[in-house]
């Protein structure tokens, strides 16, 4: 039996604030706050599948390229086409490609001056050659010297320098003997 005195549960009043938000769409959205939490992890599987097809579509994107440049024939006239790749060698030397661009390209200046010196004094007398006057020789000569010197001192570090210093009295005497001067 039910007591009479019992207070009823007291029926909500009419204007009471109701929850704005059903349950079903406030799991939907804890969910999705959830998942936008886990895809801000570096670490996260959503991470790394957008990663994975980012450089699907980066790929797709450099094909197209490609596939374009094929089209306007931009690949038609290289150096080795039809031919095969040179052989690089008995022995594996990972900076091949830095070699041939540098001998390619005919770059100087980015030996460690020990061996800069070395390969500048094996060209010294054919540069000599080319001047016209006693005294730029002597210029071009003591600039040698001095830039031996400087390596000697080794402030830069890097292998030992056995360039030898060059006499600029002989070597002008040996320039005016092959210039007949």
């Known amino acids: 039996m039910t007591d009479p005195d019992a207070a009823a549960p007291a029926p909500e009043p009419r204007?009471?604030?109701?929850?704005?938000?059903?349950?079903?769409?406030?799991?939907?959205?804890?969910r999705r706050e959830e998942e936008d939490r886990r895809a801000e992890n570096p670490h996260s599987?959503?991470?790394?599948?957008?990663?994975?097809h980012?450089?699907?579509?980066?790929?797709?994107?450099?094909?197209h390229l490609v596939d374009e440049a094929i089209e306007r024939g931009e690949f038609d006239d290289l150096p080795l086409a039809g031919k095969p790749i040179?052989?690089?060698?008995?022995?594996?030397?990972?900076?091949?490609?830095?070699?041939?661009?540098v001998e390619r390209?005919?770059?100087?200046?980015?030996?460690?001056?020990?061996?800069?010196?070395?390969k500048d004094d094996t060209e010294l007398d054919d540069r000599l050659d080319r001047e016209f006057s006693a005294a730029r020789v002597r210029?071009?000569?003591?600039?040698?010297?001095?830039?031996?010197?400087?390596?000697?001192?080794?402030?830069?570090?890097?292998?030992?320098v056995v360039t030898p210093?060059?006499?600029?009295?002989?070597?002008?005497?040996?320039?005016?003997q092959r210039?007949?001067?």
């Not at 109701?18 to 406030?26: L, S, T, V």
């Open 179 to 181: 210039n007949g001067r």
């Open 105 to 118: 390209e005919q770059i100087t200046g980015v030996l460690p001056e020990a061996f800069q010196l070395r």
């Open 45 to 52: 599987p959503q991470a790394h599948l957008r990663a994975r």
């Open 15 to 30: 204007d009471a604030p109701r929850d704005p938000e059903p349950a079903d769409q406030r799991a939907e959205r804890r």
């Open 86 to 101: 040179p052989n690089l060698g008995t022995h594996h030397d990972p900076d091949w490609w830095l070699k041939q661009l």
């Open 165 to 176: 210093l060059r006499d600029v009295d002989a070597e002008v005497a040996r320039w005016r």
């Open 139 to 160: 210029e071009v000569l003591e600039e040698f010297n001095r830039r031996v010197v400087e390596a000697r001192r080794q402030l830069l570090g890097g292998p030992p």
């Open 54 to 63: 980012q450089l699907e579509l980066r790929a797709r994107w450099v094909d």
